[in-house]
């Protein structure tokens, strides 16, 4: 339950981050942000990092502002800081909502949006709203930056197209007209735990009708992914029980579900069925229902 | 084995100079390096909250954390809650209420429960269950130790404890 020994690196610059990680990244390397799974798996000696590269002193990191019609979250900026809204509209309080199905308060106290991503969890939170949303995740190195799509991003349970020497050190995700409905359902045994599964909602209404919907999953497959199967359904139609009953069916029968001793295949697509009409359903409940 | 590494660390407004390996936790520097055992060792790995201390004024897992990440930092255990024989409110209202079983698990949420408190005064009642279900406690005392803290969160608010 102790750490193997590593090398303590902390640079307060970006360049020097960037210098540090492409020389020691061949030399298993590693970037320190929250470190809220790092340090755990490294207690577990499932991760021996022989170096460690801490940027919680990089000057330059804790941005969070809104640029260009997006809200971008640089690397230093941690799951605490979305306990309330920090942009106005949808976005915001979508953000706030789900924050709180992140671990626990301390852990969010430490752990970094953008180190969730980069860590990539099939059951990580903020990876769903990353594909959900199509964010756009910028990675630097001493080459250069270049910006990775989040539907590129998440190869397979903790990996990801980021090269070993790049940092991950901004997410950008679009901000939501005011008319956006949402909604996230998850479930998990215990507060706090990992999911078992989890969807988010994304839609507009036109009229009367489904527009423009999005229909993300995390915790139920190897990455986290929208569901197109889901959201063709949902297209064009009245929302109600339905609706969403078609387009739960739909994601259910996509999946490759994960399977683990806890939760089977067949559970897993019920599970998975069960989030995303509750998702739905938050995003569009029935009048009169409490939201 | 690696090389150690110089580190001061402030602990409840005392300095202590150390030489860690880095690997090192917040939670073995303290217990371990400077001898403040009020801090509980429970898991090592972030479930169960026992060693949750005070960063800046920010309840975090002390197992979580390399102690050399924590230079500079204002770091507060168990031991620095009273002021003398004072016991802090959140102290005071956990032998009010009962909030004490085994008492493994009560350092932890003394942290957790006094840097919630000073931080989110405004915290509603939901929100304050949701954060007190951050630690474990295997006597699952849960009732007595919400009591507690809201009924120090009342005295904070200047109403009836």
Known sequence: MKPAPFAYHRPTTLDATLRLLAELAPQEGRVLAGGQSLAPMMAFRLARPAHLIDI???????????????????AGVRHAEFHRPVVDGPLGVMLASIVRHIAHYPIRMRGTFCGSLAHADPAAEWCVVAVTLDAELVAVGIKGERVIPAAGFFRGPMETTLEPDELLCEARLPLLPDDTRFGFAEFSRRAGDYAQAMALAVLHLEGTLITAARVGLGGVEAVPRRVAAAETILEGEVPGAEAFNAAAAAAAAAIEPLQDPQTDA?????????????ALMRACPPPGAQR | MSERVEVTLSINGRDYPLRLEPRRTLLDAIRDECGLTGTHMGCEHGVCGACT????????????????QAEGAAIRTIEGLAAGDALNPVQRAFIAHHGVQCGFCTPGFLMLATGVLARDPDISDDELREVLSSNLCRCTG??????AVRAALAELRGGAA
């Not at chain 1, 067949?266 to 509750?278: F, K, N, P, S």
């Not at chain 2, 849960?142 to 009591?147: A, F």
């Open chain 1, 56 to 74: 919680n002193a990089v000057a330059g990191l804790n941005g969070l502002a809104v640029r260009e019609r997006g809200l971008r979250v640089g």
């Open chain 1, 266 to 278: 067949q559970y897993r697509r019920e599970l998975t069925h069960a989030m995303v009409y509750r």
């Open chain 2, 53 to 68: 201390v005070l960063l800046d004024g920010q309840p975090i897992r002390a197992c979580l954390m390399f102690a050399v």
């Open chain 2, 142 to 147: 849960y009732q007595n130790i919400v009591t």
